[in-house]
């Protein structure tokens, strides 16, 4: 089976472009190596995603027939990420939530102004 196929049944994926998008942007590592869309993998390999600034790894187990529903992946792949991996993730969305709350939206032409005004200000010093 494809490596972009195989992240498409697997939901690692949304669609079965972003999935070869994924691997041609080289995010996407198989056995430690950078692969192309197309490459075969086998059982018990080892596939290497790159999200954000972790890296999420995953082992094969088997091959789905077709795209699965959540509750049946993990009978087709185990999560192997370490737990330095996921806090690398965690810091990452702390870093996110920074910068604006949740539900405040895009800022608007008064966010900009004061922006604006604060940095002018800053700059005269």
Do not use: C
């Not at 196929?5 to 198989?30: G, P, Y």
């Not at 086998?42 to 596939?47: G, H």
């Not at 995603?49 to 187990?61: C, G, L, M, P, Q």
């Amino acid at each position: 089976m494809r490596i972009d196929k195989f992240l498409w049944f697997v939901r690692l994926s949304k669609t079965r472009s972003q999935a070869t998008d994924l691997v041609s942007k080289n995010k996407v590592r198989l056995n430690g190596v950078v692969v192309k869309p197309a490459r075969e993998v086998k059982q018990n390999d080892i596939i290497s995603i790159n999200r954000h600034n972790a890296t999420f790894e995953y082992k094969i187990v088997d091959f789905p027939k077709s795209r699965l529903g959540p509750k049946l992946v993990a009978d087709y792949m185990r999560d192997i990420t370490s737990a330095e991996e996921l806090s690398k993730l965690e810091t990452y969305k702390e870093a996110q939530k920074v910068y604006r709350s949740f539900g405040d939206g895009k800022p608007t032409k008064k966010d900009r102004r004061d922006l604006d005004d604060f940095w002018d200000d800053f700059l005269e010093f």
